[in-house]
């Protein structure tokens, strides 16, 4: 018995910190910051899998900007609730919620740079109070992949997201556009209603082509965008898989929702007390090709074989 009795003690005095909610009842708040439409779902579901469970021992206050102008109101009313913490989807939502507070603990997924962009310090020791997963800045191999597979593109229009066209694009992909000999055309793109503007512009670009990078905001519309590049009778590539299977020649990026289970595993760790810190920055592992043949085929292109065979999916 007294065997028995010394069990459930350790049990009870070592157990994490889901479990300890469970029995004392807390309820640990986290906060979910974007701009656009919900995406939290598969990070609930993930936080279940890992022990947490919204309405019972979690709750996820969740905050969708329309406009990025809104974002620093909606950071402002999760540091006044509490929150445990705050979850981040795309760069605009960490810098507001950076600006915001230097104590509640940040875990971001995000797109661009981290360090770049002055939101760490480095991958490996990010300091401060963020931590998260970066998909990094891969914009000059998707470059790569589109020239490759059609070797006569001399411009490639991109998104520039602010109301200057001219804005510049990033830093990666500049100078991979030096070393392939390509021009790069920044073409406003601030929401949904600018998409058929965007490829009528990017249309009358001669051996034109669109390069669609990963932008926090473009992904529930990706079907679209796709379907919307082979409307325009274009070479394009994006970031996700959905671009190519909606109709977009190309995509090359991070396998879908890789960084969904990372993302919950630090918010996990960070409940459980460690500071973000000390968890280092998470980067993609692992890449996918997708190739539409049946768009390429419309457009009149040869894909070249060395790419074919590099592909983890061929549409046809």
């Known amino acids: 018995m007294r065997l028995i009795g010394l069990a459930v003690i350790l049990a009870v005095v070592f157990a994490p910190p889901a479990a300890e909610a469970q029995q004392s009842g807390k309820i640990y708040r986290i906060g979910v910051l974007r701009e656009g439409p919900d995406s939290s779902r598969p ?11 919204e309405g019972h021992n979690l709750k996820i206050e969740r905050r969708n900007a329309d406009r990025r102008e809104q974002l620093s109101a909606l950071v402002a009313e999760l540091v006044q609730l509490k929150v445990d913490l705050i979850l981040t989807i795309g760069t605009p939502a960490t810098r507001a919620a950076k600006e915001a507070t230097k104590s509640i603990p940040i875990v971001f997924n995000l797109a661009a740079d981290p360090v770049e962009t002055g939101l760490v310090a480095s991958f490996a020791r990010p300091g401060g109070n963020l931590t998260g997963f970066a998909l990094g800045t891969y914009d000059g191999k998707l470059l790569e992949v589109l020239k490759e597979a059609v070797p006569r593109v001399s411009r490639v229009a991109v998104p520039a997201l602010s109301p200057i066209a001219a804005s510049p694009p990033r830093v990666q992909l500049r100078e991979a556009a030096r070393a392939l000999g390509v021009e790069i055309k920044a073409i406003a793109l601030q929401g949904p209603r600018d998409f058929d503007t965007f490829f009528a512009a990017a249309k009358r670009l001669s051996d ?14 990706l079907e679209r965008v796709g379907a919307t590049a082979a409307k ?13 299977e909606s ?26 007390g460690t500071k973000p810190a000390d968890l280092p920055v998470e980067q993609p592992t692992k890449f996918e090709l997708v190739i539409n043949l049946r768009t390429a085929k419309t457009l009149g292109l040869t894909i070249p074989q060395s790419l074919l065979v590099r592909a983890d999916q061929i549409i046809e």
Do not use: C, E
Request: hydrophobic content about 50%.
């Open 43 to 53: 990070i609930a579901d993930a936080m279940r899998a890992l022990g947490w469970v």
């Open 208 to 221: 034109g082509a669109v390069l669609m990078p990963n932008i926090a905001w473009l992904r529930p519309h």
């Open 232 to 244: 325009s009778h274009l070479p394009a590539i994006g970031y996700d898989r959905q671009f190519a």
């Open 247 to 272: 109709g977009g020649l190309l995509s090359y990026g991070p396998t879908m929702f890789d960084s969904v289970p990372r993302v919950a595993a630090h918010v996990d760790k960070i409940l459980r």
